[in-house]
Structures are given as structure tokens and as C-alpha cells.
């Protein structure tokens, strides 16, 4: 999917320890698809582990855009792919090539465009270090209360 992208991908990623996506972002940078990467610094924004440190400086140093998550949760677990604004990959592994033949994930891609689109919603919002209020909030009564999602 990276090296077909022929205009963007936006990349969340929890773990990123594999030189080869990283390679692949970056010549994806260079053959004109705008990329944009955001990366889990650590909990609460704290340290973060040195290969995030290293695929941080090394996509940066490549050209990609990337970002450490927003600091006002504790971990941006999520690992999504959005590709050409049409496909989004949702995965439960990270980019970490010791743990690919020894750990049960997968990645769907889905193309559903309301899917797609909520993923770079939230992208979208994280990039720009946003806070997305939760559509469902208790009341002192302990009842739910639907609200939309919306941003501060």
C-alpha cells in the first residue's frame, strides 16, 4: 500500500522499529506522496522508547512529516494506515519485525468511506494536537447523555 500511494498516507503507529516501512515512507516522501506520520512518545508524552526516537529523527531526517502524539492521554495505542484519502488500514500490530512471526495480529483494510473518514478525523485532530470530547458522557445520575464529537 505505501509504495502505491500515489498522493498521501497518514500513519499512526504505536511501535515503529522496521526499516523497511521506514525506508518505504520515506521514498514514498520522495516521489511526491505528502506522508504524515504521528508516533506515541511515551506515557503522558514522557521518554519515549529509543526506537521511537530513532524512527522519529530517522523519518524526519528523510523528509516525512511526523509528530509526537498529543501528551494529554497517556498512549496513543492505535495503529491505523489511511492511504490515498480511499483505503485505511486498522491493524493491531505494530511495525516491529521481532514480533511478526511470533505474535497473532492482523490489519483489515477498509474502504468504507465513513470509516475512513472518522480514522483521519481523528488523525486530523491528534496531528494538530486537538481534544476530541467523548459522544457520551454520565450524568450525576449515573444515565448517558448522547453528545456529538466534537473538538475543543
Known amino acids: 500500500m505505501i509504495q502505491g500511494a500515489e498522493k498521501s498516507i497518514d500513519l499512526v503507529m504505536y511501535e515503529l522499529e522496521d526499516n523497511q516501512i521506514e525506508n518505504a515512507l520515506i521514498s ?26 530513532a524512527a522519529y529523527q530517522y523519518l524526519r531526517a528523510g523528509g516525512v512529516s511526523v509528530h509526537w502524539s498529543p501528551s494529554y492521554f497517556a498512549l496513543t495505542h492505535q495503529k491505523t494506515m489511511i492511504v490515498d ?35 483521519e478525523t481523528a488523525f486530523n485532530d491528534d496531528w494538530q494536537d486537538k481534544k476530541i470530547l467523548p459522544r457520551r458522557e454520565m450524568t450525576s445520575s449515573g444515565v448517558r447523555e448522547q453528545r456529538p464529537n466534537c473538538s475543543q
Open 28 to 53: 514514498a516522501e520522495k516521489n511526491g506522496v505528502a506522508v504524515r506520520v504521528l508516533l506515541n512518545e511515551g506515557d503522558y508524552g514522557a521518554q519515549p522508547s529509543s526506537y521511537s526516537a
Open 85 to 119: 484519502g480511499n483505503q485505511a488500514v486498522i491493524m493491531t500490530f505494530n511495525l516491529t519485525p521481532q514480533y511478526y512471526s511470533t505474535d497473532r495480529d492482523f490489519g483489515i483494510v477498509d474502504k468504507d468511506p465513513e470509516d475512513i473518514a472518522a480514522v
